[in-house]
């Protein structure tokens, strides 16, 4: 499915996008690690950061057919906000040094608030 501009998330685009996302993703990781000194894990958060903005940004372009079940967009919503929450909190804890526990209440309230919306827009959708 493409949009008005002809913008387009199939096949091989959307794989070359996301190897792209990835790379740009690990640079990024590679960049903080080394100015901040800390954990070598901070590589993988950030890529996790990257991968879930990528999907909520590219997920105006993904087709949305009524044969597939989740949709694509739903997927990309679903996985792009649960990453992007991730990838953000696991920062936060490196770099604020939360408790753990903080961490875990935020991402289940997360989780929760997702699962409203999508239960609400799904409801609105029959």
């Given amino acids: 499915m493409s949009t008005k501009n002809g913008l387009s998330l199939s ?18 990781g590679i960049v903080v690690w080394k100015l901040t000194d800390k954990t070598p894990l901070v590589i993988l ?7 879930g903005v990528f999907f909520l940004v590219s997920m105006p372009y ?5 044969d597939f ?3 694509q967009r739903s ?16 920062l936060v804890n490196v770099y604020a040094r939360m408790d753990l526990w903080i961490l875990a209440v ?21």
């Fill in 11 to 28: 096949g091989k685009n959307g794989q070359i996008l996301l190897f792209a996302v990835l790379l740009l993703g690990l640079v990024a």
């Fill in 45 to 51: 958060y950030v890529m996790t950061l990257a991968l």
């Fill in 62 to 66: 993904a087709g949305n057919k009524k």
């Fill in 69 to 71: 079940i989740p949709s």
């Fill in 75 to 90: 997927f990309r919503l679903v996985w792009g906000i649960i990453l992007t929450a991730v990838g953000a909190l696991l």
């Fill in 106 to 126: 935020v991402l289940i309230a997360i989780i929760a608030v997702l699962a409203l919306i999508m239960f609400m827009r799904g409801s609105e959708e029959e």
